[in-house]
């Protein structure tokens, strides 16, 4: 059992109902994990997010590599599966978003990121892992900045330092007076607000999904007990589709990331009159 009574997880514990203990719920500590090397008061440490993160880019490249080492004209199996992953996200979202002509150059990145951030989901029904990496604030934050320094730099190199300052701020005289109203709540919103968000909504639904396994796992084990048994068999049956639906969340999540990604690019490539 573990040392610490804040990391209690559902196979680490006797209690059950009629025991006379008391639901061990999920919590932020259920997000929090003892570094495997380091000191963690001195920031300098490795921990179980951090390892999942490691092994997802070596099993994404490995995947990768594997399928496209030696290319055949017929591919086989291996290579089928990765090509069919590729062009999807070439074709289904860089060029329906960005262009075909503008959006080439994009390709590597979009599917870089759109199969990084679906294995770093993945992690969370995978046996032994059962965490997705996604759901620590962190990951998506870099993610996003990478997306937002892209953008910006794009948009300041394709207009200029005038053409970017509207393109943030949706210059339009047209709109007359409230046009400094407009103005200002464009700028936040596009250089404050819209790189939060891009974050925020693939740790949301990441973190939500996994306290919502966790909750369901958890209860299926307290329940074993007496009449809680009934109750048990109930809760492990919406273990499995609260599994199913995250795989479907996961993927889109991962999908949506990149979507939105593409759609800052085309907005900074977008010539704006």
């Not at 994009?106 to 951030?117: D, T």
């Not at 990496?133 to 190199?157: E, G, H, N």
């Not at 074993?224 to 809760?235: F, K, T």
């Amino acid at each position: 059992m573990s040392a610490d009574p804040t990391q209690v997880l559902a196979f680490e514990t006797d209690c059950h109902i009629f025991d006379g203990c008391g639901f061990p719920a999920p919590g932020l500590h259920s997000f929090m994990f003892e570094p495997l090397w380091g000191d963690a008061d001195s920031s300098v440490y490795f921990n179980k997010t951090m390892l999942l993160a490691l092994l997802g880019s070596i099993v994404i490249i490995g995947f990768f590599w594997a399928a496209f080492r030696k290319p055949q004209v017929v591919p086989g199996k291996l290579q089928m599966v990765a090509e069919a992953g590729y062009d999807f996200i070439r074709r289904g979202v860089v060029y329906e978003t960005i262009g075909k002509k503008e959006g080439e150059k994009y390709v590597p990145l979009v599917v870089s990121l759109f199969f990084f951030i679906w294995m770093m989901n993945l992690w969370s029904i995978i046996p032994v892992a059962q965490f997705p990496v996604t759901s620590i604030i962190s990951y998506p934050l870099v993610l996003a900045l990478i997306v937002y320094v892209l953008w910006v730099s794009l948009t300041f190199k394709r207009h200029g330092f005038v053409g970017a300052f509207k393109n943030f701020t949706g210059y339009d005289k047209s709109l007359g007076a409230v046009l400094p109203l407009s103005m200002t709540i464009e700028f936040f919103s596009n250089l404050l607000v819209r790189p939060f968000t891009h974050a925020v909504r693939l740790f949301a639904n990441m973190f939500a999904g996994h306290t919502l396994l966790l909750l369901f796992t958890i209860a299926s084990w307290y329940l074993l007990n007496g009449i809680g048994i009934a109750y048990a068999g109930v809760s492990f049956i919406m273990v499995i589709v609260m599994t199913a639906f995250e795989l479907f969340v996961q993927a889109l999540q991962a999908y949506v990331f990149v979507l939105l990604t593409c759609s800052f690019i085309q907005g900074a490539l977008a010539e704006h009159h």
